[in-house]
């Protein structure tokens, strides 16, 4: 089959990831989008991957990008500095004075270090600045507890969720290639086009004086939500498919998507890490569409293909969603009722 762009059908692209790079996908798919779409969704992953960014760097995950697992700032409770959180360690990502005397016409500094690397920037801008210092002992290397760090975040929002949206839709892209180029799916494709034009200019967060290309942006995502009753086709949900199966990982995500032949109804499902869960309203499939399920899995912390999925396919639509009438309402009773801060609460104490 033609492999071609599902937003625009020129050539499509390679080397696109299904799931984000960022959060620890490892599967590079041929031939959903052209290099400009696929380019153009990368303000949403930002967004969701700094949504993550220290559930993912508490967890070890490696960005598929990277050597390196993935770092998260936080603040330290005691003495409001930057701290980096990784997997492998925490630390301090400036220098600390712990101390400072005035002797004579200078004075003497005590200070900590990230480490060795840091002191010799330290000492190296010193003398580019023409400072006159001594050290007055060698610099020795100890661990310490740092206390508490404190992180704020923010989950969801336009912008996550349209991050979610791009998921679920490149998913579902993935495994009903057909459909996903019928034009089946070209609403669904211009609210997600329009949300990460908003997310690309830096808008995710309202600005208190936006330029005009934004204000522009935020308009064109109104017109592309008419077709959905002017509410997002996405939304946080409480209600899992019945007799669903647990994650084939520890830490795993899941993406399901499906169309159910009865009434057309193009699905999705996405759990982060089985604690942020959202369901998805693609579109409708014509008259005739076969039934059909897929599960993917998705372990972030795989080194690499093949063990990194686990997929199940059903002939069935056991996922198929329930559009809300109010998209917020469920949230609000899952946040009402303590559902969520339960979930939330389980992940933390797991990582
Ligand atoms: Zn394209």
Redesign the pocket.
């Known amino acids: 089959m033609a492999k071609t ?6 050539a ?1 692209g390679s080397g696109e990831h299904v799931f984000p790079a960022s959060l620890g996908g490892r599967r590079v798919n041929s031939g959903i ?2 290099p ?2 696929d380019n153009s969704y990368s303000g949403l992953v930002n967004e969701i991957a700094e949504q993550l960014d220290f559930l993912n760097a508490y967890l070890g995950v490696r960005p598929d990008h990277s050597k390196h697992p993935k770092t998260a700032y936080g603040e330290h409770t005691l003495t409001g500095e930057t701290v980096s959180i990784s997997a492998k360690e925490i630390k301090f990502t400036k220098p600390r004075v712990i101390s400072r005397t005035a002797v004579g016409e200078g004075e003497e500094l005590h200070l900590a270090f990230p480490n060795q690397q840091s002191v010799k920037q330290f000492a190296k801008k010193m003398e580019d600045d023409g400072h006159e210092w001594t050290p007055l002992s060698k610099p020795s290397a100890r661990p310490y507890i740092t206390g508490s760090i404190h992180h704020k975040r923010k989950f969801g929002g336009a912008c996550g969720l349209g991050a979610i949206a791009y998921m679920t839709q490149t998913f579902f892209a993935q495994e009903f290639p057909e459909l996903a180029r019928s034009g089946t799916l070209s609403n669904f494709l211009n609210y997600t086009q329009a949300i990460a034009k908003v997310a690309a200019l830096g808008g995710c967060e309202q600005q208190p004086e936006e330029r005009e290309e934004l204000i522009e942006a935020r308009a064109a995502v109104t017109v592309a939500l008419e077709p959905f009753g002017g509410t997002a086709p996405i939304w946080w949900d409480f209600s899992p498919p019945a007799g669903a199966r647990a994650n084939k990982f520890e830490f795993g995500h899941r993406v399901t998507v499906g169309i159910d032949g009865f009434d057309g109804q193009i699905y999705g499902r996405v759990a982060l890490f089985s604690t942020l869960t959202f369901a998805v309203h693609l579109g409708t499939a014509p008259q005739g569409s076969a039934t059909r399920e897929v599960t993917v899995d998705i372990d972030p912390l795989a080194e690499h293909p093949p063990h990194d999925i686990d997929k199940h396919q059903v002939l069935s639509a056991p996922g198929r969603v329930q559009v809300p009438e109010h998209a917020t309402e469920g949230l609000a009773n899952a946040l009402a009722d303590g559902t969520q801060q339960r979930a939330f609460a389980n992940l933390l104490e797991r990582l």
Do not use: S
Not at 5 to 10: D, E, K, S, T
């Open positions: 762009c599902i937003v625009c059908g020129q499509a989008y052209c400009k779409h």
